[in-house]
């Protein structure tokens, strides 16, 4: 497995990460656990060395099946998880408040069965709480020991600008795919001159554009999709000219559509570490072959006319989800 650095902070991490989320939450009725424990487990038997979790998802079962099942592994992996919702209010509220923080740490470390936090994501800006104050938080946890590295979650420019001033942010996670490009016009330029390193949630369009999934796809009623305006059936008809772009792409280069949405995400900034989520090992295995994936630059500048060409319909949050994105 190729390894890569988040910015300048020194934190290596492989290639491709594993998202952890839908092992116990969003994506329906959750996996046995026993068998994500498994999965987990050959995650790192591959090479994977970098797993994404929070407090939230949950809440909190996620960091304990992610704890479980990499404490043998604990001095060969980095594990990120994340604060900034008020749990007892559910998941709506949010409350980045310095105490709260510390009392999410502390619990987080239990679950996570580990003495120090690898990498502590604010998981959303609260307008609430000053984002000096967030980051002098973890400032705080990094000076005991307890947290190694501070993230930023969907912020914008001028957040991470005034949070890098009081703690340095070694990774921003936020959506970056070939259908929600947005990060290109600012957040990639700011993140290259701080040296902050990219972690893109949802490389795969939660799973459509692996290509697996059409206008006739249903989904559990626990399935948070159901609730995207992006991925409604009507949607999903139109958004299907993305899937066509990438399969045609992946029947030359002898892939899956799934690799080249991931190899075109790697070949953007070598600071880029996307952290696709699956419950299946073949999956697993497909989405860690992009890794070897060699895009051109003639086969890039393909992709990136034809996806120029092409307007995603559709929001990519609920309206309710999107509230919570305050950069």
């Known amino acids: 497995m190729q390894t890569r650095k ?14 952890c989320m839908g092992m116990s939450f969003s994506y329906g009725p959750a996996p046995d656990k026993k068998e994500m424990i498994s999965l987990l487990r050959k995650a790192v038997e591959r090479g994977v060395t970098f797993f994404d979790t929070a407090e939230v998802y949950g809440p909190f079962i996620n960091e304990e099946l992610v704890g479980e099942a990499l404490e043998p592994f604990r001095n060969s992996v980095v594990i990120a998880t994340k604060f900034g919702f008020d749990t007892a209010s559910g998941i709506s509220a ?4 310095p105490a ?14 580990v003495d120090v936090i690898d990498l502590l994501y604010q998981h959303r800006v609260d307008p609430n709480v000053p984002i000096e104050d967030v980051a002098g938080a973890v400032k705080d946890l990094i000076k005991e020991g307890k947290v190694k590295h501070f993230g930023l979650s969907e912020a914008g ?9 009081i703690q340095p942010v070694t990774a921003l996670q936020s959506e970056y795919s070939l259908w929600w490009r947005e990060p290109e016009a600012e957040i990639l330029p700011t993140l290259e001159e701080l040296g902050i390193g990219f972690v893109p949630y949802s490389p795969l369009g939660k799973g459509f554009l692996t290509g697996k999934i059409d206008e006739n796809t249903t989904w559990d009623k626990t399935d948070f999709r159901n609730t995207v305006p992006r991925l409604s059936p009507e949607n999903r008809k139109a958004n299907q000219v993305f899937v066509d772009l990438l399969a045609s792409m992946a029947q030359r280069k002898n892939a899956t559509p799934a690799q080249i949405a991931l190899a075109w ?20 295995d497909e989405n860690l072959g992009a890794v070897a994936l060699e895009l051109s630059s003639d086969e890039l500048q393909e992709i990136n006319n034809g996806s120029s060409k092409i307007t995603a319909q559709g929001g990519r949050y609920s309206e309710g989800a999107a509230k919570l994105i305050n950069r």
Not at 6 to 19: F, P, Q
Not at 100 to 112: M, N, Q, W
């Open 100 to 113: 709260h923080i510390k009392e999410v740490a502390e619990a987080s470390l239990k679950r996570l069965r």
């Open 157 to 165: 420019v001028q957040t991470i600008h005034r949070a890098h001033a």
């Open 6 to 19: 988040l910015g300048n902070s020194g934190l290596e991490v492989s290639a491709v990460g594993l998202g």
């Open 265 to 284: 995400l790697l070949a953007q900034k070598p600071w880029i570490v996307p952290i696709p989520g699956t419950t299946k090992l073949s999956r697993l």
């Open 94 to 97: 949010l409350n980045s408040h």
